[in-house]
């Protein structure tokens, strides 16, 4: 039985500093604790408005 994990991509954005600013606020709003996890689920919710579901 092998005890890898699967790795996950990264991928790297540039947002200005203000845009970061706004973003990080209404993470928190929405009781995301930080950015990435936030975005994922924004991303998440998108494609399944698009009617495909996500993996992983």
Known sequence: MSTQKA???QYQ???SHEFRI???EQ???DG???LATWL???LRK???S???EPKG
């Open 46 to 48: 998108e494609l399944q």
């Open 22 to 24: 706004q973003l990080e």
């Open 13 to 15: 954005i540039r947002l």
């Open 27 to 29: 993470a928190r709003k």
């Open 7 to 9: 790795k996950t991509d």
């Open 40 to 42: 994922k689920r924004i």
């Open 32 to 34: 995301d604790s930080t």
């Open 50 to 52: 698009r009617g495909i």
